[in-house]
């Protein structure tokens, strides 16, 4: 599955490694008492990140990085893992309903319905997954990650071919905001290359998730989705942002924390994590390894 809920993570026991995969490399670590995020770069054109065509490019690269990290000792004892995949290879969405059937069978026939005219490939043969969050308006908000199956397949393929079996699959910036505050109104803004993913959390639930690639990572290009994103959260979400929380800016990140918290007027400031600084390449694993530290 795409996404998994924290009451899973409270039931089960953590796999014994987790990856995170973006078009720079595979961050990995291995679940335990003191856990160590490594890297290993991909070539360049490895990946292309789409949620509509193939994104493994060069499989035979990105199948030899994946053996290299596998063939670890600590690797080949670890046969669960968790696959955290690049934002932009999905479709993530918050929608809203009046009522939500009980059924699972209703509800993905529901969610794929309402999915349908807005998403770029056939709903019908995706792989789905989606949680509804626990009622805090008339309204139920449901939380939908959705992607071609083949691409899933493609990025699970190796670390399969390598013994391991990931039963927890979700995106970068759905487990990076374990590392965001749950109280008050709060954006995150997550820079992978081109593509700036923003998702927006009010006490914990998630209201609102924008991945979109944007001409170019440059400040004044993600000033110009921020802004109209601040002033539509302000119209339709009942309040004004309190936090913004910057991911993946690299050298710009002080300059952009100035200018957002200028041109925006809220407190602005870099994502943090226990185990470093997140980064595009790794903010979904520390995520998800301060989410296991948590409740395990």
Do not use: W
Not at 220 to 229: N, Q
């Amino acid at each position: 599955m795409l996404l998994d809920k924290l009451k899973a993570l409270l039931r089960e026991p953590p796999p014994g490694m987790a990856f995170e995969i973006s078009q720079s490399g595979i961050a990995a670590a291995r679940i335990g008492v003191r856990a160590e995020v490594e890297f290993y770069p991909l070539k360049q054109g490895t990946l292309d990140i789409s949620p509509v065509k193939e994104n493994v490019v060069d499989p035979d690269e990105f199948a030899g990085v994946v053996r290299a990290i596998t063939s670890s000792q600590a690797a080949r004892k670890a046969k669960d893992i968790a696959l955290i995949l690049p934002d932009y290879s999905t479709r993530l969405a918050v929608l809203d309903f009046d009522s939500f059937p009980s059924d699972p069978k209703e509800q993905a026939s529901l969610v794929r319905f309402r999915l349908k005219r807005s998403v770029p490939f056939d709903v019908e043969s995706a792989a789905l997954s989606y949680f509804a969050q626990s009622a805090a308006r008339k309204k139920i908000e449901v939380v939908v990650a959705m992607a071609p199956l083949e691409i899933v397949a493609r990025y699970e393929a190796p670390f399969r071919a390598a013994g391991m079996n990931p039963g927890l699959v979700t995106t970068s910036s759905l487990a990076a905001l374990e590392l965001a505050p749950e109280a008050g109104l709060s954006v995150m803004a997550k820079l992978a290359g081109s593509v700036l993913t923003v998702p927006v959390r009010d006490k914990g639930h998630l209201r609102l998730v924008r991945c979109l690639e944007v001409p170019s990572n440059t400040l004044e290009d993600i000033a110009g989705v921020l802004l109209p994103t601040f002033v539509y959260i302000e119209d339709n979400l009942g309040g004004r942002p309190e936090k913004l929380l910057l991911c993946g800016f690299g050298d710009d990140t002080q300059e952009a924390v100035h200018r957002f918290r200028e041109e925006l007027a809220v407190d602005v400031e870099p994502l943090h994590s226990p185990l470093g600084m997140p980064q595009a390449h790794d903010a979904g694993l520390l995520g998800y390894l301060r989410s296991v530290a948590r409740n395990n």
